[in-house]
């Protein structure tokens, strides 16, 4: 599945939790990670792992973001929350293809510790928030089957450089974000997957996002990270193309179609090539997911 938005929720929050459910994400992220207290991390393993047990087998997937695998604690984090049959694991703070593989390894051995099939547990790294990330980008080709795409983000990233913000005076990423975003999904594309974007991270502000995320679906990224429930339905509408892009593209595919293998074909006074039927394509694609 490829995903439009996925929500982030605290592990050790039951009442975000049920809300989470009820949000219409295409996937919920169950953090272990940054949204919990060391001090109540075992808890909040705990009910991951009830949540993951219980949870209604939908449409809408759940995933568990497990702590850095150099921090000391994500093989516990793993072994606790395996056992749930999680759909994937959002891995942090990665330096590239050699994280994929050892988590999959990891994986690996807890699927058959749990009687689950092999490869069943996906993996999704947020790919760039370590200096040393940023050069392994173009590296995660063929690293693993189970990875499924790639995400991005800007705050630990600033903080691993001793940045004091990574926004320019007008609001906007400075130049070192601009360019992990850019990297990222290259790299995506590069290994074939998706590329997720980062969180707006005001809420409130309905217009940002909706103008963040329109212009993230343009710039190529698939679909995006929240982390309020009322952020869900505006990232979803701008990760879903509506009925006038749906024609247009319709209006594209068959015009090739009667060309009959041409590589060139006229649409309203247009001339079209190839990039243009692929692109016509993923849009007709993208009607599905919603």
């Known amino acids: 599945m490829i995903f439009r938005s996925l929500l982030f929720v605290p592990g050790d929050s039951e009442r975000k939790l049920v809300k989470g459910a009820l949000s219409g994400a295409d996937a919920l992220v ?27 087998q939908g449409t809408q997937e759940v995933w568990v973001r497990v702590n850095p695998l150099d921090s000391g604690l994500a093989l516990d984090d793993l072994a606790a929350v395996v056992r749930g049959r999680p759909d994937g694991i959002l891995l942090p703070k990665g330096s590239g293809a ?41 590296n995660y080709k063929n690293c693993s089957t189970r990875l499924k795409a790639l995400t991005w983000g800007a705050e630990d990233l600033a903080a691993a450089i001793g940045a004091s913000t990574n926004r320019l005076a007008n609001g906007e990423y400075e130049f070192t974000y601009q360019l992990a975003r850019s990297l990222c999904l290259l790299g995506a594309r590069a290994a074939g997957l998706p590329a ?29 990270i929240a982390i309020h429930p009322d952020q869900v339905p505006i990232i979803n509408q701008a990760f879903t193309p ?49």
């Open 30 to 56: 169950l953090d272990l990670e940054d949204a919990v207290d060391i001090a109540r991390l075992p808890l909040a393993r705990q009910m991951v792992h009830d949540y993951l047990l219980n949870r209604d």
């Open 98 to 138: 050699q994280d994929i593989q050892l988590l999959d390894h990891y994986l690996g051995a807890l699927e058959v510790r749990d009687g689950i099939a092999p490869g069943s547990v996906a993996i999704m790294p947020v790919a760039t928030e370590t200096p040393a990330a940023l050069f392994s980008l173009g």
């Open 196 to 224: 997720i974007d980062t969180i707006w991270g005001n809420f409130k502000d309905t217009t940002g996002l909706q103008n963040d995320a329109t212009l993230a679906r343009k710039a190529g990224f698939s679909g995006k």
């Open 242 to 290: 509506d009925e006038a892009e749906l024609q247009h593209a319709r209006q594209i595919v068959q015009a090739f179609e009667n060309a009959q293998g041409a590589g060139t074909v006229q649409l309203n006074g247009e001339m079209l090539d190839r990039p243009h039927l692929k692109q016509a394509q993923q849009i007709l694609a993208m009607q599905h997911r919603s």
